[in-house]
């Protein structure tokens, strides 16, 4: 496709140009290529150049941005390159209105740091949002593949490892400062604080050396020293990889989803005792009457105690079939459920003083209830196939079996041994999960909430599990490529750091971080070379993107954002 000019001459002797937008078609009977006129231009002397721009300017939206900047580009200019522009100028209007960036940089002054570190700390958030990557291939896609606001040269992995050692050193007061202003600049009401752990794991092949650490995980002197671990090393995994090394990692979120702290534990660090560190750590935060909410790993009657020091509260799940008599009393009680929202049916229970002073919720959904002895059907079905003939064995084989079963939890939960030895399906223990089917038991200390808000809230603290699915699945969380323990606290930062950042954004938008990454990565920031000097100049905002911005409360990106004169 090209543009055809022709001439006509007048009767006066004059030249007329016309110009047409033609392309070259093969004819198969003449055997020729022939010219077809697509549209007309009209006089070359009248041409509607302004007309002409509109049609350039809505052909380029229809190309990738570094197509349409190279094809909107003046003759005498060369289009030498184009980056990606609007995840990382959002990102950054974010940090800056959450006031990260003069935080830190109050707190580099009078130290003999790089000047940039702020800048290396946050393009590392941005890695993490929008490109996850190793330090090392990071500092890659810093100098060619976006555009980061203050950091136009080239940055080394050295100098984004010495970013990272800075920040684990501030990571509690700068905490705290970003709660704050995040609090602030979203109006967080932070009545229920969920907290959840989840591990992540190592492709390594031995574990880290065992070191002296502290109560809260730390590395500790001798005299301090509370027990003797390393940082990776083997524990119970919520990966299913018990095979290899892992940390265990924490975090706290509001009932927004918004995640205000997280932590990061030796591998081996149980549940149980983590939430009384985490209240502790929180102890001195602008925080207003608070209910901790926590599933049934942090349920122990310590942590009950520890959690109603200063007026706190707390909704915690309690364990179906363990051996609490709490429990048991709870869900024998009759009483009438209550239909809130969605298909939950919720009934509280209130015990005598003498067994328990909390409130017991029963939670029960027929939806689940259903799935459950599906599942359990599923289960005796196998186990009766498994176990079928197996009286006509002998007795070192028939043990073996039992072997083989107990290995898979989905079918010793309903096997049962007679005295004789003999393997029976246990008609009681098949009842008595009957009764259990679509069922979960809540307690809290809370003597105000209603039983749908203490329902409710324990659903939101599925927003820590899905802070868990992004934080491995958007942002890489996993693989960590980092083995120094200061490093690998520092990595788990700044993947808060950017969780943070994607969170706000979702909650504005209301719409998720994928889609909105994908249309904001389409805004381009092209470099342009001439006689006179380069300037670089931004693709035009399309109307999702200016949506986007307006939602956020965030200006356009300025049009021409450098001009740099030629050297004579």
């Known amino acids: ?205 031995d574990a880290d050396t065992p070191i002296g650490r502290d109560e809260r995980g730390m590395p500790a002197a001798d005299e301090a020293a509370v027990k003797e671990t390393g940082f990776r090393t083997w524990g119970k995994s919520k990966d299913s990889r018990p095979d290899l090394p892992q940390i265990v990692v924490g975090m706290a979120v509001t009932r927004d989803g918004i995640p205000v702290r997280c932590w990061a534990w030796p591998g081996n660090t149980a549940d149980n005792a983590l939430i009384r560190q985490v209240k502790d750590d929180m102890r001195d935060w602008s925080l207003s009457r608070v209910v901790w909410v926590a599933d049934r790993g942090f349920a122990s009657a310590e942590n009950r105690r520890y959690l109603q020091r200063a007026g706190g509260h707390y909704i915690l799940g309690e364990k179906l079939r363990g051996d609490s008599p709490e429990a048991r009393a709870a869900l024998s009680r009759q009483g009438r459920y209550k239909t809130v929202a969605g298909n939950m049916e919720v009934k509280e229970v209130r015990l005598d003083a003498d067994l328990a002073d909390d409130r017991f919720v029963v939670c029960f959904n027929p939806d689940a209830a259903v799935r459950d002895a599906k599942i359990r059907a599923r289960m005796v079905e196998l186990l009766e196939e498994t176990i079928a003939g197996s009286d006509k064995l002998s007795r070192p084989e028939r043990a073996r079996l039992e072997g083989v079963i107990s290995t898979k939890p989905g079918l010793k939960r309903y096997l049962r041994t007679t005295p004789g030895g003999l393997l029976r399906v246990d008609k009681k223990k098949i009842s008595a999960e009957e009764n259990l089917d679509g069922k979960f038991l809540l307690r809290t200390s809370d003597p105000k909430l209603s039983a749908e808000d203490i329902a409710l809230g324990y659903k939101q603290l599925l927003e820590v599990e899905r802070g868990w699915r992004d934080m491995k699945q958007v942002i890489d969380l996993r693989p960590v490529y980092h083995r120094h323990e200061e490093r690998i606290r520092a990595h788990v930062l700044l993947c808060w750091l950017a969780l943070l950042l994607i969170r706000i954004v979702e909650t504005t938008t209301d719409a998720t971080w994928p889609t909105i990454r994908q249309e904001l990565q389409r805004l381009h920031l092209g470099t342009f070379t001439g006689p006179a000097g380069s300037f670089r100049q931004r693709t035009q905002l399309t109307a999702a993107q200016q949506k986007i911005l307006n939602a956020l409360g965030l200006p356009q990106p300025r049009r021409v954002h450098e001009v740099t004169p030629s050297t004579p």
């Open 1 to 205: 496709m090209y543009v055809k000019r022709s001439t006509r001459r007048t009767g006066d002797g004059q030249v007329i140009g016309y110009l047409q937008l033609a392309h070259n078609e093969w004819d198969p009977v003449a055997k020729a290529s022939k010219t077809k006129v697509l549209y007309s231009f009209g006089r070359e002397d009248q041409l509607d150049v302004a007309g002409i721009r509109r049609l350039v300017a809505a052909l380029s939206r229809l190309l990738e941005p570094a197509d349409a900047l190279a094809a909107t580009a003046p003759a005498e200019l060369v289009f030498t390159e184009s980056r990606p522009l609007g995840g990382s100028f959002v990102l950054d209007g974010l940090w800056r209105r959450l006031g990260i960036d003069a935080a830190m940089h109050r707190m580099l002054a009078g130290t003999r740091m790089d000047e940039r570190v702020e800048r290396i700390v946050f393009a590392l958030v941005a890695n993490r949002a929008l490109a996850p990557s190793s330090k090392l291939a990071a500092t890659r896609w810093i100098e060619h593949d976006v555009v980061i606001d203050g950091l136009e040269c080239a940055v080394v992995d050295e100098a984004c490892y010495r970013a990272m050692d800075w920040l684990i050193k501030v990571e509690p007061e700068l905490s705290r400062i970003v709660y704050d202003n995040t609090a602030n600049l979203l109006n967080l009401e932070v009545d229920l604080l969920f907290f959840d752990t989840t591990s992540t794991y190592f492709e390594i092949e």
